[in-house]
């Protein structure tokens, strides 16, 4: 089964950013490769996920413009950089083999303060 180990995340203030990264013993780690977040009391959601075969990337509405998904094949990496960041993004982030987290690693917490 394939390990994933996230880091990156930390404290930052309301406008910073962050780059997360998923280090994978195999990679891709899946067709389609996940970022996902869980804040304080909430179910798992997607934030943006990417086509391992052609690169193709998708993101949630309200990290559009802010966030992106890119990956390196030789470092077995995926990446999740954030920028602009808001109040709203704090909360646990995984890297996953689906948005409700199967495979997910250990996390990485992100907070952002006002």
């Known amino acids: 089964q394939v390990q994933l180990v996230e880091s990156g995340g930390g404290l930052v203030h309301t406008g910073g950013s962050l780059r997360l990264a998923c280090a994978a013993s195999r990679f891709p780690f899946n067709r389609w490769m996940y970022w996902i977040r869980q804040a304080p009391g909430k179910d798992f959601e997607w934030v943006s996920f990417m086509n391992s075969d052609d690169g193709t990337t998708y993101y949630k509405d309200s990290v559009k413009g802010r966030f992106t998904i890119s990956k390196d094949d030789a470092k077995k990496t995926l990446y999740l950089q954030m920028n602009m960041m808001k109040p709203e993004d704090t909360a646990l982030y995984y890297c996953?083999?689906?948005?409700?987290?199967?495979?997910r690693g250990q996390g990485t917490q992100v907070i952002v303060s006002p």
């Open positions: 996953a083999s689906s948005s409700d987290g199967l495979g």
